[in-house]
């Protein structure tokens, strides 16, 4: 979430510190530190059946605080056995194997510190090391020791760490203007299927009074789900959202509301960095957004994997439309249409 917002609203943030994490927990090809998808299902049936019990609480304290006296493992033990129900933590540790933030790496302009221990677990390390190297300008600053947490033993190297970098960051804000003509946003594409031959069987004067209703419809979606109306071209919408989720819940609802209207429309989302141009937005972002529109049949909302993986946990479900190569865009897109959320 702290990368979404600093990507999204540079304006509103001065910095970025990212403590011990990693941008994407599950292996993938491109990915091949991270988690492979068996040892997940393990993890988290482990997880689930043991979550609570004072065993394996304390050994997770221990795990996450080595250095720190038994009585601070005892009391982190039992704030984290407080903290959740089995199926609360299941449920998160899940939402978490879904979340990919890689793509949004590289539209961070603020100063970015990564911060790790030398002897956290090998999965940390090399998840920070790429946060470090895919977002511009990042200092990756590595403590010695094995504590996740800032433990009453060994917490002065890390609160330092992070002051020095905050104490910089700020003296830099004082003095320089903040570089928000790139933002992170989720561009929506909307347009009557057969619109064609729908103005031929109503007539001019029947057709235009459709497309009246029909924009009245998305306008009064865009206002309720706080998407910005960048243009409209004949029977067609091109907006932008400040969250996925959100522009795929207004999505759905316009395919949904136009039905009561006898028209069906296609829509296609992509989240990505982009230009800001006076009131609207460009760049490929808004290219990639067009060419997956085009994708989608009719009532249909299709998203690139971006947004999927950005809205884990959201209660969203997708189906897997496969590869596509979109038109203008080089590669393959891998493509989900929206089922349910």
């Known amino acids: 979430m702290s990368i979404l917002f600093a990507a999204t609203y540079p304006e509103r943030a001065w910095a970025l510190a990212l403590c011990g994490t990693f941008p994407r927990e599950r292996w993938a090809p491109d990915y091949p530190f991270g988690i492979q998808d068996e040892e997940a299902r393990r993890d988290d049936e482990e997880l689930e059946r043991t979550w609570g019990t004072r065993e394996a609480t304390l050994a997770t304290a221990q795990a996450l605080a080595p250095s720190a006296p038994p009585e601070e493992q005892q009391a982190l033990a039992t704030a984290i056995r407080q903290s959740a129900s089995p199926g609360a933590v299941v449920a998160l540790s899940r939402m978490n194997r879904e979340s990919d933030v890689r793509d949004v790496l590289p539209a961070i302009r603020v100063p970015t510190l990564v911060l790790n221990r030398e002897e956290e677990h090998p999965f940390t390390l090399q998840g920070s090391a790429y946060l470090a190297e895919h977002i511009p300008g990042a200092r990756h600053v590595e403590l010695p020791g094995a504590d996740h947490l800032m433990s009453a033993g060994d917490w002065e190297p890390y609160a330092r ?31 009557i299927v057969g619109s064609t031959a729908k103005a031929v069987e109503l007539g001019d004067a029947r057709w235009r009074q459709l497309l009246e209703d029909h924009h009245s419809t998305v306008r009064r979606l865009l206002l309720r789900y706080r998407g ?49 141009m006076n ?50 865009v080089p590669g393959e897109w891998r493509l989900f249409a929206v089922e349910s959320g």
Not at 291 to 320: M, N
């Open 161 to 191: 760490a992070l002051e020095e970098f905050l104490q910089e960051a700020w003296a830099e804000e004082a003095t320089a203007e903040p570089e928000t003509d790139r933002v992170l946003a989720t561009i929506l594409f909307t347009d």
């Open 279 to 328: 009131a609207k937005v460009g760049g490929i972002a808004v290219h990639i957004g067009a060419r997956v529109a085009a994708e989608a049949g009719p009532g249909e909302v299709v998203v690139s994997s971006t947004v999927k993986d950005l809205v884990a946990g959201s209660g969203i479900a997708f189906r897997d439309r496969g590869a596509a190569e979109l038109k203008g």
């Open 228 to 276: 910005t109306e960048l243009d409209t071209a004949g029977d067609g919408f091109f907006a932008a959202f400040d969250g996925p989720a959100r522009g795929i819940r207004c999505a759905r609802a316009i395919t949904e509301s136009v039905r009561d209207l006898g028209i069906e429309v296609r829509a296609g989302l992509h989240t990505g960095e982009c230009e800001r």
